[in-house]
């Protein structure tokens, strides 16, 4: 059995780091709006709010490293950054990077802008400026580290889940493979306990290799959701703590959400990773996405008209009842 933990990865570290933070920030009365969301509220004179959020792409980059491909793990980057800040209902304005290598490579450097770019164009947002730091010493030869920063603004009242009630159901949108988390957990199951190479052909599926896997990029919800924002009571990007970590940062108190694990398709990549790492099922659903990149709460049934007339594939995963915290069942 291999556990994020054993891979280097602390959950519940992480999560007594937020309350450190938190503490911190009030005692200096540094706090903002709605802390521990998605993104960062500012609230503007005229009412509107800007909303603000940075991530990375975590161990992600080591896969990108063995495969040296470099012209996808910037799109990564942006689509994680901006589905944070949309799930408050925020259009996307700019984004700025930070990228920090040991010795500057101008052909990894272009690859990662252009990834940069391509995904900014996509959602609708410019890149505002960024930072390059070349830190001879600090990083392996061919390594580099990369961080986002997006904001955008709702003219309005932001998405923050607060009109949840009981008997609303949890639709789940597809995810795109393991996305930005869980990798540290993915890299030693496959790599150390299953010695496969970088190229190697998965066992499932002999017409993909393991860096085709993952590196695919981040999935974006933005464009699919955008003009539906008015049928939409709430929103989780399910990212590093999977659904019950995410899912709980927008459910108002003495609300519990049931999530019926058989309501979706799981890819193939987390069932591979589940059975030969022997990684217990609770665990998993902390860990990875398990096939859902985004989870919304509508207003009423037209959501799921409107996503009907785009084509687009979702499954009711779930509903809202009375309690506290996530149960999967």
């Known amino acids: 059995m291999v556990t994020y933990r054993e891979a280097g990865v602390d959950l519940e570290r992480a999560e007594s780091s937020v309350k450190i933070i938190s503490k911190v920030l009030k005692k200096y009365r540094v706090s903002p709006e709605n802390f521990g969301l998605f993104g960062g509220f500012y609230k503007l004179p005229d009412g509107s709010h800007l909303i603000a959020s940075t991530d990375g792409v975590g161990t992600k980059l080591k896969i990108a490293f063995m495969a040296e491909k470099h012209d996808t793990i910037g799109s990564d980057l942006v689509f994680h950054c901006t589905n944070d800040i949309f799930v408050h209902g925020a259009t996307p304005l700019f984004f700025l990077d930070y990228i920090a290598m040991g010795k500057l490579n101008l052909k990894t450097l272009e ?19 960024g930072e390059t730091a070349e830190m001879p010493g600090f990083y392996g030869k061919g390594e580099y580290d990369i961080v986002g920063f997006v904001t955008g603004k709702v003219e309005g009242k932001p998405i923050d889940g607060s009109d949840i009630k009981e008997g609303d159901i949890l639709i789940g949108l597809p995810s795109n493979g393991l996305h930005t988390n869980g990798y540290s957990l993915a890299r030693r199951i496959i790599f150390n306990k299953l010695g496969l190479k970088i190229n190697s052909p998965l066992p499932y599926d002999k017409n993909l290799t393991v860096a085709e896997e993952l590196l695919k990029i981040h999935r974006e919800y933005y464009t699919m959701l955008k003009d539906l924002r008015i049928h939409i009571k709430g929103m989780a990007h399910i990212t590093g703590g999977g659904i019950p970590g995410n899912l709980s940062r927008i459910l108002p108190k003495r609300l519990k959400a049931v999530i019926r694990k058989d309501s979706w398709e799981i890819p193939e990549i987390f069932k591979f990773l589940l059975r030969e790492g022997k990684i217990p099922e609770k665990e998993a659903y902390r860990v990875f996405n398990m096939g859902i990149g985004m989870i919304v709460i509508p207003k009423g049934e037209s959501l799921l008209h409107k996503l009907e007339e785009k084509e687009e594939k979702f499954w009711i995963i779930g509903e809202v009842t009375k309690g506290e915290g996530i149960e999967i069942i």
């Open 111 to 129: 690859s990662l802008i252009k990834g940069f770019a391509r995904a900014c164009n996509k959602v609708g947002c410019i890149i505002l400026g």
